[in-house]
């Protein structure tokens, strides 16, 4: 390990107490900052170092890590530090949209500045079951990557710093699409007396099967071609239609299966009933109106 780097951890929360830990168990100097100071303790206990402001806890760190509320608190703790981030990394571990995230870049500096996305919980932090993916100069990644590794397994996507929190967003909207669909089809099977673990067997097949069609579906969509051969969105319409149909005759909340159907009843309508279901994506990449309000 090398003996010139040091951590600044600048926020306490759950997350940032787990990220600080980490640092602390790792044998990095740690230097820890958060506005309710009580929040240090342990980690004081356990080997940390506590400041009184943001700018004492930045100059005592080669790397700083910020993990705070959101965005526009990122941007209240840096703006006096200023000059005092020349040189050093920039960790931004706070949750933010790609467009807030590329906005810190003018205050750390592109060199010296690299957002993530934290794929775990806190829990999770310095162990096998977390990730943290990472945007920005692959440089400065590589220059820190064994401070970085400590948190989980570093991933870096990319030179553009909104990068991290795209994957981020795109992640957990596949993960609530597959834990919904799990849950929906449960309370599905609940109506006819099966038990969910009965239907765990069959759920991690047909996660599988659809897992299958991902390289293909994505070759489409980089090529922009949707041809139909297997299943186009009209029929895929009618089987929706189905399940919005079982829902509702098995007293079982059918919202989602509606929901559904709406979009794809919203391709069809724009022309693309007869594409493939890649062709979808056409509908996900136009932006939506406000609440209420359908758009085609």
């Given at each position: 390990m090398g003996v010139e780097k040091s951590v600044a951890v600048v926020g306490l929360g759950s997350m940032g107490r787990a990220l600080a830990g980490a640092f602390?168990?790792?044998?990095?100097?740690?230097?820890?900052?958060?506005?309710?100071?009580?929040?240090?303790?342990?980690?004081?206990?356990?080997?940390?170092?506590r400041v009184d402001s943001v700018e004492e806890a930045v100059a005592a760190g080669s790397v700083v890590v910020v993990c705070v509320a959101d965005h526009d608190v990122v941007r209240g703790l840096l703006r006096p530090v200023g000059g005092g981030l020349d040189g050093k990394l920039l960790v931004n571990l706070t949750s933010a949209t790609s467009v807030e995230m590329r906005e810190v870049a003018g205050v750390a500096g592109v060199d010296g500045y690299l957002a993530g996305a934290i794929m775990g919980m806190p829990q999770d932090i310095g162990t096998a079951g977390s990730s943290v993916l990472y945007s920005g100069p692959r440089s400065a990644f590589e220059a820190h990557e064994e401070v970085l590794r400590v948190l989980g397994e570093p991933v870096h996507l990319g030179a553009d710093h909104g990068l991290s929190s795209l994957y981020a967003g795109a992640g957990v909207s596949l993960m609530w699409s597959v834990l919904n669909g799990f849950l929906h089809g449960a309370a599905l099977l609940g109506a006819a007396g099966a038990g969910a673990s009965a239907f765990v067997p069959f759920?991690?097949?047909?996660?599988?099967?659809?897992?299958?069609?991902?390289?293909?579906?994505?070759?489409?969509?980089?090529?922009?071609?949707?041809?139909?051969?297997?299943?186009?969105?009209?029929?895929?319409?009618?089987?929706m239609e189905y399940l919005v149909r079982e829902s509702e005759a098995s007293g079982v909340n059918a919202e989602l299966p509606r929901f559904i159907a709406g979009l794809a009843e919203r391709a069809v309508a724009g022309g693309r009933g007869g594409d493939g279901y890649a062709a979808m994506i056409e509908l996900f990449r136009t932006p939506s109106g406000p609440p209420g309000r359908a758009t085609g």
């Open positions: 602390v168990r790792a044998g990095f100097p740690t230097t820890v900052w958060n506005r309710t100071p009580g929040k240090a303790a342990r980690l004081v206990a356990e080997g940390a170092v759920a991690r097949r047909s996660i599988a099967t659809a897992a299958g069609w991902l390289a293909g579906y994505a070759d489409q969509v980089d090529e922009g071609a949707y041809p139909g051969v297997d299943a186009t969105i009209a029929s895929h319409l009618t089987a």
